[in-house]
């Protein structure tokens, strides 16, 4: 078997990490540090824990803190406008996806004038201009540690996907403190994502030893304490597990890819603006059970390292507890059906085919055990709009 394999420079972990900041910069040769987070982060004052220690290290950091959710080509380029006003010589992204991504997404185009659209995939985006340090203050994304971003065209209305070694990160901080003040909902939706991550790294097409290692790793973790976390959002070992194992399944997918439900999880957050996370775990019951009978011996596994399921529980009783798991944690974490959500039924069936055509042009749902055809694809997409496909 051959494969290849891609990680941060470096990588440290544990509570209190952001203190290093400054000394992981200057590992690197680095001084000249471009911040780029969102609103939040500033007003709240968390950014603080990254600027405080790099002013201690007599570093002059900017700040540019104009992200979004769900972050478009336009942030992107007005980042890079500030990018070009001064001589820096990194960027650290601090906060959740978003701003992690934005950050990868203006290193890569710093590169020349294209637009965004240029290095979407099957471009393969190996180079960026600058590196980028990741902090992430939520678990969920895993963005700290792919060689992934993503980014909406305002115009077209489409979540591109830009991959390559560009958006890896040269070094990242996993400091699960940060995490502390992350509100349930988001806590909810970043866990669902990350265990998204996890699984399907693990029944990709593309899974190899390495990344086997690191999704089962992470789904021991977060399977465990995503309840915990959300009912008792202060409570640190749950939050610790459960950052850790956000940063694991990063890894593994970055090594593996992820497959089906992140390919229908793009367009809907593109053309109704669902957070990310929230579109995973909508799409993750219906999808996993699509692809249960392709791939029974992985599914089962992935159920019994989560603990939906008995380590004596044989594959056909295992996997068939993961689905019901599934629904059964959709249902206590709150998570509602797109139309449970707002989204107009008229509106949602007059976007399927585009949806569904995108979903197949990202690449993502040929990595599932159960490649779909597009027919397939609407019908998952009707189904899960009522919370059929889940039952």
Same mark, same amino acid.
């Given at each position: 078997?051959?494969?290849?394999?891609?990680?941060?420079?470096?990588?440290?972990?544990?509570?209190?990490?952001?203190? /290093?900041?400054?000394?992981?910069?200057?590992?690197?040769?680095?001084?000249?540090?471009?911040?780029?987070?969102? *609103?939040?982060?500033?007003?709240?004052?968390?950014?603080?824990?990254?600027?405080?220690?790099? /002013?201690?290290?007599?570093?002059?950091?900017?700040?540019?803190?104009?992200?979004?959710?769900?972050?478009?080509?336009?942030?992107?380029?007005?980042?890079?406008?500030?990018?070009?006003?001064? &001589?820096?010589?990194?960027?650290?992204?601090?906060?959740?996806?978003?701003?992690?991504?934005?950050?990868?997404?203006?290193?890569?185009?710093?590169?020349?004038?294209?637009?965004?659209?240029?290095?979407?995939?099957?471009?393969?985006?190996?180079?960026?201009?600058? *590196?980028?340090?990741?902090?992430?203050?939520?678990?969920? !994304?895993? $963005?700290?540690?792919? /060689?992934?971003?993503?980014?909406?065209?305002?115009?077209?209305?489409?979540?591109?996907?830009?991959?390559?070694?560009?958006?890896?990160?040269?070094?990242?901080?996993?400091?699960?403190?940060?995490?502390?003040?992350?509100?349930?909902?988001?806590?909810?939706?970043?866990?669902?994502?990350?265990?998204?991550?996890?699984?399907?790294?693990?029944? $990709?097409?593309?899974?190899?030893?390495?990344?086997?290692?690191?999704?089962?790793?992470?789904?021991?973790?977060?399977?465990?304490?995503?309840?915990?976390?959300?009912? &008792?959002?202060?409570?640190?070992?749950?939050? &610790?597990?459960?950052?850790?194992?956000?940063?694991?399944?990063?890894?593994? %997918? $970055?090594?593996?890819?992820?497959?089906?439900?992140?390919?229908?999880?793009?367009?809907?957050?593109?053309? %109704?603006?669902?957070?990310?996370?929230?579109?995973?775990?909508?799409?993750?019951?219906?999808?996993?059970? %699509?692809?249960?009978?392709?791939?029974?011996?992985?599914?089962?596994?992935?159920? /019994?390292?989560?603990? %939906?399921?008995?380590? !004596?529980?044989?594959?056909?009783?295992?996997?068939?507890?993961?689905?019901?798991?599934?629904?059964?944690?959709?249902?206590?974490?709150?998570?509602?059906?797109?139309?449970?959500?707002?989204? @107009?039924?008229?509106?949602?069936?007059?976007?399927?085919?585009?949806?569904?055509?995108?979903?197949?042009?990202?690449?993502?749902?040929?990595?599932?055990?159960?490649?779909? @055809?597009?027919?397939?694809?609407?019908?998952?997409?009707?189904?899960?709009?009522?919370?059929?496909?889940?039952?």
């Amino acid at each position: 078997m051959a494969f290849t394999l891609v990680a941060p420079r470096l990588i440290e972990v544990g509570g209190g990490s952001i203190a /290093r900041i400054a000394a992981v910069l200057q590992t690197f040769g680095l001084s000249r540090p471009l911040v780029v987070t969102d *609103p939040f982060m500033v007003s709240s004052g968390l950014v603080r824990c990254c600027l405080d220690p790099l /002013r201690a290290a007599r570093m002059r950091p900017v700040v540019f803190s104009d992200t979004i959710p769900e972050p478009t080509d336009t942030v992107v380029e007005a980042g890079l406008r500030v990018l070009r006003q001064g &001589e820096y010589d990194c960027l650290i992204g601090f906060g959740g996806g978003s701003p992690i991504d934005t950050a990868k997404a203006m290193a890569i185009l710093a590169l020349g004038q294209e637009k965004m659209r240029a290095y979407k995939v099957p471009f393969v985006a190996d180079h960026a201009a600058l *590196p980028v340090i990741a902090v992430p203050t939520t678990a969920g !994304t895993g $963005s700290e540690a792919t /060689r992934f971003t993503v980014i909406t065209d305002a115009e077209g209305g489409e979540k591109m996907l830009i991959a390559g070694l560009g958006a890896l990160p040269l070094a990242a901080i996993v400091d699960y403190e940060l995490t502390f003040s992350v509100p349930p909902r988001t806590t909810a939706d970043t866990g669902v994502d990350a265990l998204s991550h996890a699984l399907e790294a693990f029944v $990709s097409r593309r899974a190899n030893p390495f990344s086997d290692a690191l999704a089962l790793q992470a789904m021991e973790r977060i399977g465990p304490y995503l309840r915990t976390v959300y009912r &008792e959002p202060r409570n640190a070992a749950a939050r &610790e597990a459960m950052m850790l194992g956000a940063s694991l399944a990063g890894l593994a %997918f $970055s090594n593996a890819s992820v497959a089906l439900v992140h390919g229908m999880s793009r367009p809907i957050g593109a053309h %109704f603006h669902v957070p990310h996370g929230l579109s995973n775990a909508m799409l993750l019951p219906a999808v996993t059970r %699509f692809g249960l009978a392709a791939a029974p011996a992985r599914y089962a596994e992935a159920a /019994r390292r989560i603990g %939906f399921a008995a380590p !004596t529980d044989d594959d056909a009783v295992a996997s068939a507890r993961l689905a019901e798991g599934l629904v059964a944690l959709n249902q206590e974490l709150g998570v509602p059906t797109p139309r449970a959500w707002g989204i @107009d039924a008229a509106a949602w069936e007059e976007k399927l085919e585009l949806m569904a055509a995108q979903a197949l042009a990202s690449g993502s749902p040929a990595n599932n055990p159960r490649v779909p @055809d597009p027919a397939e694809i609407i019908a998952l997409y009707r189904a899960v709009f009522t919370g059929d496909g889940a039952a």
